[in-house]
């Protein structure tokens, strides 16, 4: 099913034109909602995601603090022309960013030359939001797959 999944939206991504104008979805947004599909979201769950999207780069940095003595930082960023680069993030390690259409991304993760999470990533300027769809392989979790949906909206605006 996971497979599916990644490859249909993989098909989205080459069916729709490449080029598009810059995003405003640039700055600091903070998660306003989540649903992960194991059930096993945090009741404390808090998000903190930094998206800079400057001509074919886009670039991820996150502050997970649903616990603040353990904060987890992650960063990442790439060329967003669909070609797989190594990658020295932890989790994974290497990734594919496709531009899909104006503010969509398809960002495919890989570890050991399989990928392993997949996410659908889209601005909506009307509400000044990024959506972030995903899907986890069974390979990381010891549970079995995972589909995730976040939202995350401007800081500083309700």
């Known amino acids: 099913m ?4 990644v490859v249909a939206a993989a098909i989205l991504a080459m069916g729709v034109p490449a080029h598009a104008k810059q995003s405003n979805g640039t700055g600091t947004f903070e998660e306003t909602g989540a649903y992960w599909s194991n059930g096993e979201l945090p009741k404390s769950f ?27 930082v992650s960063d990442w960023s790439g060329k967003a022309d669909g070609k797989v680069y190594p990658f020295n993030g932890g989790y994974f390690d290497q990734m594919a960013i496709h531009k899909v259409y104006e503010d969509q991304y398809l960002v495919e993760k890989y570890r ?3 990928l392993v999470i997949g996410e659908f990533w889209r601005f909506v300027p009307k509400t000044d939001q990024w959506i972030r769809h995903g899907v986890v392989a069974k390979s990381i979790l010891p549970n079995g797959t995972k589909t995730y949906i976040e939202y995350f909206k401007r800081a500083g605006r309700k």
């Open 2 to 5: 996971t497979y599916k999944l």
């Open 46 to 72: 808090k998000l903190r995601i930094t998206m800079t999207v400057e001509g074919d780069t886009l670039r991820y940095h996150g502050e997970n603090t649903t616990d603040p003595a353990k904060p987890i």
């Open 112 to 114: 050991g030359g399989e």
